[in-house]
């Protein structure tokens, strides 16, 4: 595979190509400003302001593309990670592709719980993470790897049970199975190779790192803005959850501020009923593009 620019310095970064992950992995790495050509025709993507290019991959070849250290970092599923065993370390949750690696069995049958599992077949696209759970509980299972549609296994009595990702829920309702037990609860990563990097590659990390942090940050925060009376002050200071002390303006009433801060945007509505009782008035909420902390 040629590389498109000098890998002793430029970052690459695997993603995944069309599928769950790639809308939110994108929006993001367009949030932290990597401007990039259209990522939907090519495989590898050029970046035109980051030392870094973008490898678009299945998701689950992504594991042992950072492992190799083909690529230096990459967005994808503890699932995948973890079902593969891949050599890299995981250095950021994201927070989403949330999903659960669970048991599951035929709602009306004798498959209750992991030990009634005991001789049975279990359909699975995941063999490595379902024989490590049995086998870590004792439980001699057989194991029907199939790559998708796992659900219908059971109905055409391929298997007796199965293991597979759930989140809602739904696909196992709609195939009659019921849930009884997680292996793993998963959500996309960022994955770091164990390779030696460069300094060069190791800075562009930490700067990348940054970036991402920040605008995950912005993301979680709200900048709030209020008007209070001086004496309000001390009160709301004590209020808000703040990263350091708010700003604090006069106004042209007088005895009469506006104070202005960042606060984390699920402390919000707690906070500003608080507020209001402590003197606060005006209270405004804004979202914040990015943050560098
Ligand atoms: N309900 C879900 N089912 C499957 N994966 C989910 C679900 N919710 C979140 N995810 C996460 O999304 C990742 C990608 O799911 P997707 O269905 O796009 O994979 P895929 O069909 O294997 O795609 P690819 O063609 O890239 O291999 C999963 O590995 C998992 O981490
Ligand atoms: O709990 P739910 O919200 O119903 O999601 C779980 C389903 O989603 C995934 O399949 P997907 O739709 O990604 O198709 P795939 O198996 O072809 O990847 C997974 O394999 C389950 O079948
Ligand atoms: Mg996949």
């Known amino acids: 595979m040629n590389r498109t620019k000098d890998s002793s310095t430029s970052l690459r970064i695997a993603i995944q190509k069309s599928g769950r992950l790639t809308d939110k992995t994108i929006a993001l790495l367009e949030g932290i400003g990597i401007d990039f050509d259209n990522y939907k025709r090519n495989l590898i993507v050029k970046t035109r302001n980051f030392d870094v290019e973008l490898l678009l991959l299945r998701d689950d070849d992504i594991p042992e593309y950072v492992q190799d250290g083909v690529c230096d970092l990459g967005f994808v599923g503890a699932n995948e990670t973890q079902e593969t065993g891949a050599d890299v370390t995981p250095i ?17 049958g004798s498959i209750k719980k992991p030990e009634d599992f005991a001789g ?23 194991i029907i790897e199939i790559s998708g549609a796992v659900e219908i296994a059971p109905q055409l009595e391929v298997a007796d049970a199965i293991v597979d990702l759930v989140s809602t829920g739904g696909t196992l309702r709609a195939n009659g199975l019921v849930e009884l037990d997680t292996i793993l609860e998963s959500q996309t990563q960022l994955i770091r190779t164990n390779k030696e990097l460069s300094p060069g590659k190791q800075q562009l990390i930490e700067k990348f790192l940054v970036r991402m942090d920040g605008h995950q940050q912005a993301a979680q925060s709200r900048y ?6 001086v004496a309000a002050v001390e ?23 506006a104070v202005h801060t960042v606060i984390p945007l699920e402390k919000f509505w707690s906070v500003m009923e608080e507020l209001k009782e402590a003197g606060a008035s005006d209270i405004v909420m804004l979202p914040i593009e990015s943050m560098i902390l």
Request: glycine residues 4%; aromatic residues 6%; contains cysteine.
């Open 92 to 108: 950021r949750d994201l927070g989403y592709g949330k999903c659960r690696l669970s048991l599951a069995a035929p709602k009306n």
């Open 120 to 142: 049975k077949k279990v359909a699975t696209s995941y063999p490595n993470l379902t024989r490590s759970f049995f086998k870590e509980r004792g439980i001699d299972i057989q």
């Open 224 to 229: 709030i803005m209020m008007n209070a009376p």
């Open 235 to 257: 009160k709301i200071k004590e209020i808000i959850p703040s990263m350091k002390s708010p700003t604090v303006m006069p106004l042209a009433e007088e005895d009469m501020v």
